[in-house]
């Protein structure tokens, strides 16, 4: 759903009155090169949640790659297979009596979804910028980078006597994509900008002075779509034909690019993308690039500086990529700072209220035939997305993530009634933009039910972080009852144990359909609990509340295996070699809160024996996840070492080699997924303060590596945000204010403090 305008004038504006946390300083919170990028992984991203480019800093020629969120192929449709319960009897008896391979055949055939496959996202188009009078032969003093602080994409280089500067950012609160040219001599700007794209059915129009206009259709599909490109100069001459616009002999060129489709909800794509473009490009023509630039500023900082962290030393008078490529060598703990940053900023750019929220690679997207169609992957990538957006103070950012929900919980209704003959709703392993919720894939990937219970978890977050009752009422605790409704009518008894199971289900992608995975337990009882939590807090639905409380009691308990470790199935088959990157079972220890050193300590050891088995290598977004886990079990030497294993460089874009980061710090899985640069910020914030517990826990998982530093502006539950100092490894001074006041736990090592705190009355803690 596209934001109004004023709506986005007005959002930025609240936002700029939110107190800033610390300023910048010595280019700790840049990234940048010594040379234009070569692929698509070297350039920098900027983006307002909707739109999203890739700049690669070119100087005789620049291509700058942009997005559109709704620009994805297929169509309005459900995926559920109708009457695919009348199998689903069948493939459990078969589970039961061992025939796992006829089980998995029934279901590929009779319970799949229809069609098998999801759509994919897709680009929406390149400009093409040509500056004729820059010889790329004769340019100095060449230098590219990205400021987080400002969200804008700097290029300069020298030509002779002449000095360009190029800007790029994605605004929010214009809506627009900016880039802005110019030369410190006057009339030395002469530069031609084409709109381009891989889809082939395409036509161009000058829509008025400066102005020209492309549009189109997505292959395979009913979206149609305009970008608009205004160009305007300072000095010089603009002329326009329908594929190009030239400036000549300017002081400096602005190229302002809107983009819109057909898109208006995954039912209805009515919408009429050149309507939606005039009004875009109506309220910004004629506006100063400085008041785009100023409003621009304004709304991002109101979100990134509410954080800062110092992390210690910074090598900031490397390129990015000799960072990376040095950091397990240099004494270079800055570069962590800056990797948690950028997840920040990624967020922002890739997810604010309106938009879709942040896919498999966020909103940044070169190809129509995208890695995983680059969609939504709810067996762990989506949440990862999301898991930083309260702790690391950006709550509003889950915006679309619980628009997205809302939307599953009404497709899934579809699929909870024909493949299981259940009420509620129920989503699987995958969605897309037309919500599919039905199991995709193939059983060994996709039939799995509890996407949606964990999708639920996010909502019951943004209610233990800010309190909001309304928010628990109206939005979360419908969708949280009839989640839960679900799984009361399809949970089933286990012969051997009498035991509640859920199945057929299967271990994230690890060997096959099964009944009774550990994760799925883990994941139910809290659907549980939070149900009951919240009907409790609403004063509703007393009977579905005991049936709730009976039923958990019931569910297949954690079990402790031969090997010392949590097991992942309801046997005890566990293999001590398999170092899969999934290791769904210790959900309960991360993100889930059931498995703590203090209430759970035999089950605590468990998870960790289970990860020390798995070992530590994986993909990107592996690795981020046992970043996350090992900060659980407080070990921060251990989850540092996850860190620096992600932040190890990686240039090969295809599907070969282990996970780490490309020279633009996005995460390889490989290839490009963004889960791991979000992940890895929500395992710097468990490095640094745990909130799960029922207290706010600082430092629980101090490396050695980060001996002295501080971070401002975290969140915790409860409504708290805190600050935290610390000096040779141990803690120099928090201060911790809450919103509502009211009893707080705090947990300093082995010792645990009791505060009460006023609302808004800031408390100091010293060891």
């Not at 326009?240 to 209805?268: E, Q």
């Not at 409704?485 to 359909?513: C, K, M, Q, Y």
Request: proline letters at 6%; a negative charge.
């Amino acid at each position: 759903m596209l934001v109004p305008t004023v709506t986005r004038l007005l959002f930025a504006t609240l936002l700029a009155a939110v107190p800033l946390a610390a300023q910048p300083a010595d280019g700790r919170l840049s990234l940048w090169a010594a040379e234009p990028a070569s692929e698509w992984v070297e350039a920098y991203p900027v983006g307002n949640g909707r739109l999203g480019a890739m700049t690669f800093g070119g100087t005789a020629e620049e291509r700058v790659q942009f997005n559109e969120d709704t620009v994805w192929n297929g169509f309005p449709h459900g995926y559920e297979r109708p009457g695919a319960h009348e199998a689903l009897g069948d493939i459990r008896r078969l589970l039961f009596e061992g025939k796992k391979q006829e089980a998995s055949d029934l279901a590929a055939v009779r319970f799949m979804s229809a069609p098998l496959r999801q759509r994919s996202y897709q680009s929406f188009g390149d400009l093409q910028i040509a500056m004729p009078g820059v010889d790329a032969e004769a340019v100095t003093d060449y230098h590219r980078e990205l400021d987080l602080d400002e969200a804008i994409v700097r290029t300069t280089f020298r030509v002779g006597d002449v000095t360009y500067t190029r800007e790029v950012f994605a605004s929010f609160p214009d809506d627009v994509l900016v880039i802005r040219t110019e030369a410190d001599r006057p009339g030395h700007v002469s530069l031609s900008v084409a709109p381009t794209s891989l889809h082939g059915t395409r036509s161009y129009r000058v829509v008025g002075p400066g102005e020209i206009a492309m549009e189109g259709i997505v292959e395979d599909g009913v979206i149609r779509f305009e970008a608009r490109l205004l160009v305007t100069a300072e000095g010089g001459e603009v002329a326009v034909s329908d594929t190009v616009a030239t400036v000549t002999g300017a002081d400096a060129a602005t190229i302002v690019l809107a983009g819109a489709t057909t898109f208006v909800r995954y039912d209805d794509v009515t919408g009429d993308p050149i309507a939606r473009n005039d009004t875009t490009v109506a309220a910004v023509r004629g506006t100063p690039y400085d008041a785009l630039r100023q409003r621009h500023l304004a709304d991002h900082r109101s979100l990134f500086r509410r954080v800062s962290l110092d992390l210690g030393p910074a090598r900031t008078d490397l390129p990015t990529v000799d960072r990376i490529a040095q950091y397990r060598e240099n004494d270079d703990p800055g570069l962590a700072a800056l990797l948690f940053q950028y997840g920040r900023y990624l967020l922002i750019a890739s997810s604010r209220p309106g938009s879709q929220p942040a896919n498999l690679q966020g909103i940044w997207n070169e190809s129509n035939e995208p890695a995983w169609n680059s969609k939504y992957t709810v067996n762990v990538n989506t949440e990862m997305n999301y898991w930083l957006a309260e702790p690391a103070n950006l709550a509003e950012l889950s915006e679309p993530l619980f628009s997205l929900i809302e939307d599953l919980s009404e497709t899934g209704r579809a699929v909870a009634r024909e493949h299981y003959a259940a009420p509620g709703w129920v989503v699987h392993h995958n969605t897309d933009l037309w919500r599919g919720a039905a199991p995709i894939d193939g059983p060994f990937w996709g039939l799995w039910p509890t996407g949606g219970a964990w999708l639920t978890q996010h909502l019951w977050w943004r209610y233990e972080y800010g309190g909001d009752e309304a928010f628990l009422r109206e939005t979360a605790y419908p969708i949280l009852r009839d989640a839960a409704r679900f799984f009361v009518a399809t949970l089933v008894e286990d012969p051997e144990t009498g035991h509640l199971i859920s199945g057929p289900s299967v271990s994230p992608e690890n060997r096959g359909v099964v009944m009774g995975p550990t994760m799925d337990h883990q994941l139910i009882r809290d659907l549980f609990s939070r149900t009951i939590r919240s009907a409790e807090i609403l004063g509703v639905d007393p009977a579905l509340r005991d049936t709730l409380q009976t039923m958990r009691g019931r569910i297949a308990p954690n079990q402790i295996g031969r090997l010392g470790q949590l097991q992942e199935w309801l046997q005890d088959t566990d293999d001590p070699d398999d170092a899969h990157r999934h290791v769904s079972h210790l959900w309960g220890l991360h993100p889930g809160a059931e498995i703590t050193r203090w209430d759970t300590p035999e089950l605590f050891d468990a998870a960790r024996r289970s990860l020390e088995l798995r070992g530590d290598d994986g993909t990107g977004w592996s690795k981020a996840w046992k970043v996350n886990f090992w900060a659980r079990l407080h070990d921060g030497d251990r989850a540092h070492r996850l860190l620096s294993n992600l932040l190890t460089l990686t240039r090969s874009t295809g599907y070969r080699g282990t996970g780490g980061v490309y020279p633009n710090l996005f995460d390889a899985h490989p290839p490009f997924q963004i889960d791991g640069n979000f992940g890895a910020t929500a395992g710097i914030v468990e490095m640094l303060m745990q909130s799960h517990a029922g207290e706010v826990h600082l430092l629980p998982a101090l490396p050695g590596a980060w001996p002295s530093g501080e971070v401002r502006g975290l969140k915790a539950r409860g409504g708290l945000t805190v600050d935290i100092a610390w000096e040779d490894g141990r803690l120099r001074e928090a201060t911790i204010r809450s919103e509502r006041g009211g009893p707080v736990r705090v947990r300093l090592g082995d010792e645990v403090r009791q505060l009460d705190p006023e609302a808004g009355v800031p408390v100091t803690i010293r060891p």
